[in-house]
């Protein structure tokens, strides 16, 4: 089975600290990506990685930074954390085969920023 | 406008009884469509694909209108594990990027 991990299901943080949100999968997938999942409005992409040290903006990259050091782990980073950041964030991995569109979430960080 | 719409519900749905619900798309050029299954506080999880001529699995049947851009899901003899958020999906390009509607509630009632 495909697992896709994240560092914390729940976070509580202060208006303009550093957040790190980590996933790791592991099945040697290329594809990564973050998503921000807010009532009414779906998931957004913030970001995605095709490969190591690869990476690009999604829909709603602003006040985000990703990392991807190593394939398994894909970090999410809010520089400067806000309330309006406030929000389920998601994480997903896919093998990077043509056509092959499945995309495997991990169980989401709840993150709330006061 | 949302790229991918749907209505949020929900929709109470009787045990045994037959729901079905549509999703509309913007963007023509919109290349592959899928069902997710986001259960409460859970992540989401591919349901099904959507292919042209429409497609069956279990008592799940998803068909595609591209002339007016919808998909639509139907569930038959719905079961109280039916009970979720089933989000509408597609993708632009071979990159794997998605974009997802917000979701439709069903609640299956005994």
């Known amino acids: 089975d495909v697992k896709v991990t994240q560092s914390s299901r729940y976070l509580v943080k202060r208006t303009g600290e550093k957040v790190f949100l980590e996933c790791v999968q592991d099945?040697?997938?290329?594809?990564m990506f973050w998503y921000r999942q807010d009532p009414g409005l779906g998931l957004r992409l913030i970001y995605f990685s095709y490969d190591v040290k690869m990476k690009e903006k999604g829909d709603i990259p602003e006040g985000y930074s990703v990392s991807r050091e190593k394939k398994e782990r894909f970090s999410l980073i809010l520089e400067s954390a806000s309330t309006n950041q406030t929000s389920m964030y998601l994480c997903?991995?896919?093998?990077?085969?043509?056509?092959?569109?499945?995309?495997?979430f991990g169980p989401g960080t709840r993150l709330t920023v006061t | 406008r949302k790229e991918v719409e749907q209505d949020p519900g929900p929709f109470n749905v009787p045990e045994g009884a037959t729901v079905a619900f549509n999703c509309t798309y913007s963007n023509s050029a919109s290349q592959s469509f899928f069902w997710y299954r986001q259960d409460c506080r859970k992540e989401p999880k591919l349901l099904m694909s959507v292919y042209s001529s429409g497609n069956e699995d279990g008592r799940f049947t998803a068909q595609l209108n591209r002339a007016s851009q919808y998909i639509s899901l139907l569930i038959r003899d719905s079961k109280l594990s039916d009970s979720a958020t089933y989000l509408c999906?597609?993708?632009?390009?071979?990159?794997?990027?998605?974009?997802f509607g917000a979701g439709t509630q069903v609640v299956v009632t005994p």
């Open positions: 099945m040697d997938h290329e594809n």
């Open positions: 999906v597609v993708t632009l390009d071979s990159w794997g990027k998605l974009q």
């Open positions: 997903a991995s896919n093998p990077v085969e043509q056509g092959y569109d499945e995309q495997y």
